[in-house]
RNA sequence: GUGGGAGUCGCCUAGUGGCUAUGGCGGCAGCCCGCUAAGCUGUUUGGGCUAACGCCCAACGGGGGUUCGAAUCCCCCCUCCCACGCCA
């Protein structure tokens, strides 16, 4: 959510960046704010009025039954008293209706987009910005990776539709290793750099959900929990942007470096052709994410540490891929900017979606209410600030999964593990088929 | 899940319908003081108005209700503690 004080003081700044999203219903509801705000204003100005009238008769009913006035006069000062509560509660009904219709206009607005952010109407307009390697060219008759795992014996698809429907896996045997891996792996690369591993809620309500994502993924992606005021979330990015809700950070506790552990979950994942079975959109998946709480001044100096970390993990892992700025059309309500990272995958001859780094500014921290304090608590100049927040992923591990597949896949069906993987897999450096009878 | 207890300012705490929600600790600012560390005064939530001194409103876990007036009374919900039950 943006920052009422920041849209009422800044609103040619918010209507230049609509432009360049070319958002034209946007304009509508940043109106809307406007003049909501002006209107509570004014509602607000008379209710202080109102209340201070009734609290004034209020304490004069008070003291004339203390001074032991007489019945008569009392009851005369009430009556007068009794009046005002009813004009309160008409202006608090239309204090209660105009502030809900600002919020729900307010937190439409999208974050305010870096300058950097290319222009552009959707995903065929990002900005490739960097490469790391030369595409492959597939093996000869190379089989889907679907395919390649299973005989592997490292996935069983045919099982999970069977009990779960389509977008699920059972990973088995040395699959199911791998992934632990990449896992293990990631998060020591992450403690190295200071990151706390954390492993958070998988559920978590609506209230609390509304402040770290916009209201289209309720419908769209989140799995709502039956009975109960609870979804099922999409990254634990959203519990570790949560987890600090309304509260203030001490100013040198900044930065908070968190590496979260988690199963995701996403009610939509379409139908992709080649997609629709395998590893590369699942109804579940886990992932290793980074999460940095941070002071407003350093947040692109964390963006880049973030984006590097993820970089470094596809460089060891020795796959090909390239680095997308995400444009205007395409980047969303969250982020002020986002940065991709596309693996490459050679049976498909093209690069996909692996990592995605986003700076959030305080767009989080304003919907979610938290701050860090300016100076030492209770200093005359203390002050309080909304910190910024990132994430990136580190690594989601089916999707790796598929591009370890593809780029290591060998002309007699194996797979070779790679070589920083392998410390970690119990010291197998390859996955063989298994023949089946 | 059942029964009992609790939730008040950063922390502790007083407060059973009516002055401005106590008091302490901690923090911050100022004053005092030649001596080991205290003492005194002020301050310590959010919002609105004002050039400023100030003025006003809201806030006692959350949401409703009763009342001229609610931390206090009533209803619903949440969280924590204790006991019992169930359980990986």
């Not at 959707?122 to 190379?142: L, V």
């Not at 190295?192 to 994502?213: L, S």
């Not at 050679?346 to 780094?357: G, H, I, L, T």
């Not at 999707?399 to 060998?410: M, P």
């Amino acid at each position: 959510m943006l920052e009422l004080k920041f849209v009422r003081e800044n609103p040619q700044i918010i209507r230049a960046d609509l432009h360049k999203r070319n958002d034209r219903e946007k304009l509508d509801i940043l109106e809307n704010v406007l003049n909501f705000d002006i209107q509570l204003k004014k509602i607000q100005a008379d209710l202080d009025e109102l209340r201070h009238s009734r609290n004034v008769v209020s304490k004069r009913v008070s003291q004339l039954i203390k001074d032991k006035a007489s019945a008569q006069d009392i009851e005369k000062s009430k009556a007068e008293a009794a009046i005002i509560p009813t004009k309160i509660e008409k202006f608090e009904l239309e204090y209660k209706m105009v502030q809900k219709a600002l919020e729900q206009n307010l937190m439409k607005l999208p974050n305010v987009l870096d300058s950097s952010v290319p222009t552009g109407k959707d995903s065929t307009e990002n900005k490739i910005i960097k490469t790391f390697k030369e595409p492959t060219s597939p093996i000869a008759n190379m089989p889907t990776h679907a395919e390649i795992a299973e005989s592997i014996g490292g996935a069983d698809f045919a099982g999970s539709a069977k009990i779960s429907g389509a977008g699920f896996t059972f990973l088995t045997g040395g699959l199911a290793r791998l992934e632990l891996a990449l896992e293990l792996f990631a998060l020591d690369y992450l403690a190295a750099k200071g990151f706390t591993i954390v492993n958070p809620p998988i559920m978590m309500n609506r209230e609390v959900y509304q402040g770290v994502t916009d209201l289209q993924d309720f419908e769209q992606v989140m799995y709502k929990i039956e009975g109960m005021d609870a979804f099922l979330i999409a990254t634990s990015e959203h519990p570790m942007a949560a987890w600090h809700s309304n509260s203030v950070f001490d100013e040198f506790s900044l930065p908070v470096k968190l590496a979260g552990i988690s199963p995701c979950f996403r009610k939509e994942i379409g139908a992709h052709g080649v997609d629709t079975k395998g590893l590369f959109r699942l109804h579940q998946f886990n992932k290793i994410e980074q999460f940095v709480y941070c002071k407003p001044s350093e947040s692109w100096q964390y963006f880049e540490q973030l984006m590097d970390n993820a970089e470094q993990i596809w460089r060891m892992l020795d796959i090909p891929y390239q680095v997308v700025s995400i444009c205007t059309g395409d980047i969303g309500t969250v982020a002020a900017k986002k940065l991709d990272i596309e693996a490459w995958f050679p049976r498909e001859q093209a690069y996909k979606e692996v990592v995605s780094c986003s700076n959030c500014t305080n767009y989080q921290s304003v919907g979610l209410n938290i701050k860090y304090r300016i100076g030492k608590q209770g200093a005359i100049d203390e002050q309080k600030e909304f910190v910024h927040t990132l994430n990136s992923t580190a690594v989601a591990t089916t999707r790796t999964l598929r591009a370890i597949i593809e780029n290591y896949y060998q002309a007699d069906g194996s797979v070779t593990i790679p070589k920083v993987l392998v410390p970690y897999m119990n010291g197998i450096e390859s996955l063989k088929p298994i023949n089946r009878k």
